[in-house]
């Protein structure tokens, strides 16, 4: 389980095998004494484990595999050396719930349609950015206003949502520790809805049958 707040950027530095098994190693900053064989990870998304940890320089690197029907539903099997992504360690009992529940299994992949600039009369922090994005079709109804959603492994609050579309706000604290202030139009982002959403639709679904 994970909260969508994103702890490292880490990198991808090699990527082996094919489109059945993919094993894929990520250098992060993270104290490698603090990862157990074994530990979930969840990298932009998806909660992938570590099956390899060393030291290296400050940090460390890990390995993870990434089977086919991951490589397939999610932006894992685009991942090249240099990629980089938003990783966050498994939430632990005690720890801070600053994001919301997210459990690092994604339901689909989400187009930014728009990515604009907005600013204010008065911002000497910077300006905020906000995407617009494109939902499949079978999750959008999970996604409301002012709601919560999972992109790319970041917990983000729904502005507003029409259709098949929805927005999200990012402030410029947020642009520059997680990897979306790479994002652009076209970019597709690992979609994860909110849990409390998909349960309470499912159980509605249920009582109408």
């Known amino acids: ?19 059945q098994l993919r094993r894929i190693t990520i250098e992060s900053a993270y104290d490698p004494a603090t990862i157990a064989l074994g530990a979930s990870i969840a990298c932009s998304g998806p909660c992938l484990t570590a099956i390899h940890i060393e030291t290296h320089g400050t940090g460390c690197r890990f390995a993870v595999d990434a089977a086919a029907e991951t490589l397939a539903r999610t932006t894992v099997g685009g991942w090249k050396e ?79 949502a029409e259709g098949d579309t929805f927005s999200v706000l990012l402030i410029p604290h947020t642009l520059g520790v997680t990897t979306w202030g790479e994002r652009a139009a076209g970019d597709r982002v690992n ?3 909110d849990l409390i959403a998909r349960y309470a639709a499912r159980l509605s679904e249920a009582r109408a049958a």
């Open 1 to 19: 389980m994970f909260t969508g707040l994103v702890s490292d950027v880490g990198r991808v530095v090699a990527v082996e095998g094919d489109a």
């Open 82 to 160: 240099g990629t980089r992504l938003n990783l966050e360690r498994s939430l632990k009992i005690g720890d801070e719930l600053g994001g919301h529940l997210v459990t690092g299994h994604v339901d689909g992949l989400a187009e930014i349609v728009t990515r604009e600039t907005v600013t204010g009369d008065d911002a000497p922090w910077g300006a905020s950015t906000r995407f617009v994005l494109r939902a499949p079709a079978n999750l959008a109804r999970f996604i409301a206003e002012k709601g919560s959603v999972c992109l790319d492994g970041t917990s983000l609050t729904v502005n507003s």
């Open 191 to 193: 979609l994860e809805v």
